[in-house]
């Protein structure tokens, strides 16, 4: 938690104006993922003040920016949709279907919410540490390019007005920090043309005026909401065990899709801002903001790059910042309704395309050239699949794809044949043993025509698992069957102690070797 005492004046100046801009900026983004999720508005809002405020309290880095988002709400699409076919069934009919979808939604969110606070206390968070650099660059650079394909549907009936409003936007970001960087980009921009906007009468789409949009004609304005604040609530399936087994898949893949999206935000920040985050207070921040979230009439949400990104591009380097972004989001909803409704769309989507081109990790590009192909082919993938799927299906890919090629290279296991003066005949393994690797192990070695006395060196190879173990056991096994006398040379103890338990065929050359052998169960 943040200490005021602690902050210089240019701290806290820059992170409340910075608080400001993120806080006009989430108002949309909440607004569009509640609708994602089929759920009001407010329920999008609700998340992003209740998560907010938690994260930016107990969060695992400064600065960072929590609230709704488009990857966790699909998810909630296939519990809404199985939650109001069973609702039907039962006889539900009419408004009462959309609310109790909602109450499936806020149990699934708390379920959420305690798996990832679980996941933090068992200190997995460090396990986002496997993803590869060229996995993180193909996950920002897909982001990037989904951030600015998702502000097209704003141009749809649009006239020459929007255009200029969103090319004033950009410029104002781009131009204003090398004259000054006292007064935010996005935050001038925002005031200034809501202001021509309002006195003008300028025709062009508000806030207020966004259900003339196809996609949002549903939308209820939000003034409807003026004056509404969260409220204690528990869901109505909370007692349920049928309603739990039916959220709990639903549950689970909530709370690993949104800490793999906030873990990999707090890594892309840690990367920006050259300090290190807390991974798994950052897992039990998001379980404790989702569950409460659960519990107020919000959904479960995670860390939001966009957000991030313009917090600390306006200067939010601290925890006030995203306190404030918090704190002033549900002062515009709950008072200052009107005053959002006169924002120009035109403005958060020029912020949001400055955020799209910030993102993309441009030396990547330039990089490409110069990666082995296999690097080079996880980053063009993880790109696409980000753009085309979703966050989390890009990154688990990524991952994989990246141990399989991994795997691959390391794939191999030669031995160096000699001879010894007595006839001896040695086998100096080069490579690891692992389960990949055992039909390729046995390859090396000639059954047929070997001497009676075999030795096989471990001095350059290592043991990595219990395939490699039986792989061993096993040769041994064969040439003893076969009237020879083999020995193992170099294992370290805790190797010569695997081998003695897997099987009765080993022994080995007493010795004192300097390293170890990895292996793991």
Known sequence: MFNIKNYASDNVKNDILSGLVVAVALVPEAIAFSFIAGVSPIVGLYTAFILGLITALIGG???????ATGAVAIVFVGLAIKASEQLSNAGVTGNAIAEGVLQYILFASIIAGLIQISIGLLKMGKF????????????????????????????EGSNINMYIIVLITMSIMFFLPKITKAIPGGLLAIVTLTLVVYFTNLDTLTIGTLNTIPEFANMPNLSEFKGQLPTFNVPETLFSWDAFFM???????????????????LSVLDEMSGTRGSGNKECIAQGIGNTTCGFFGGMAGCAMIGQSIINFTSGGLGRLSSFVAAVVLILLV???????????????????????IGTFEWGSIGRIKHMPRSDALVLILVTVITIMFDLAIAVISGVIISALVFAWKHARIIAKESM??????????????????????MENFDFVNDPPKIVIDFKNARVMDISGVEAVDSLIKKYEESGRNILLRHLSKDCKAILKNAGPYCSYEEDDPTYKVAFNY
């Open 61 to 67: 880095k400064a600065g960072m920016i929590s609230g």
């Open 128 to 155: 986002i540490r496997l993803v590869p650099q060229p996995a993180m660059y193909g996950f920002v650079n897909g982001l990037a390019i989904v951030i600015a394909m998702a502000q097209f549907k704003f141009f």
């Open 334 to 356: 709950a008072v200052f309704t009107d005053l959002i409704n006169m924002i120009p769309v035109g403005v958060l989507v020029g912020i949001m395309f400055m955020v799209s």
């Open 247 to 265: 959220v709990l898949p639903y549950s689970i893949l909530v709370a690993l899709v949104g800490l793999i999206e906030s873990l990999l935000t």
């Open 420 to 441: 010894e003066e007595d006839g001896t005949k040695v086998y100096e393994l080069d490579g690891p043993l692992f389960f990949g690797l055992t039909t390729s192990f």
